[in-house]
């Protein structure tokens, strides 16, 4: 029993606008502490019949005492619409684009030669020169 993690879902809607279905995740793991996110997308594919890389769990908090942690869970129709809708730095963190690293020097001098030029002309010194 202390391996097994129950996964309940409530307050299901399905998003058509967005190109998802959303819902609320209560998860039951007596012995355990946490259950990890890779874990959950799993279980809620299957669920839904679906494949492990349009889930998205977020926000799961535990209850005081442990064994029920309750948060949210998203299920795009497709990876397109996922890379189109979710947030960057919930995608960064499912691992899908690299995240960019521009050093700190850079992002000081870019600012600062933006400072120089008014209006739509600072997207073009933003943009570097080439």
Do not use: W
């Amino acid at each position: 029993m202390s391996d097994t993690a129950t996964v309940r879902t409530r307050k299901f809607m399905t998003n058509r606008l967005l190109q998802r279905r959303q819902m609320v995740v209560d998860v039951l793991h007596p012995g355990r502490a946490n259950v990890p996110k890779a874990e959950l997308r799993k279980q809620l594919a299957t669920m839904y019949k679906t494949t492990d890389d349009v889930v998205v769990c977020f926000g799961f908090k535990t209850a005081f005492g442990g064994s029920k942690s309750c948060g949210f869970a998203l299920i795009y129709d497709s990876p397109d619409a996922l890379r189109k809708f979710e947030p960057r730095y919930r995608q960064i963190r499912m691992g899908l684009p690299a995240k960019t690293k521009v050093s700190r020097q850079q992002r000081k001098q870019r600012k600062n030669r933006q400072k120089k030029v008014r209006g739509v002309k600072k997207a073009k010194v933003g943009a570097g020169k080439k």
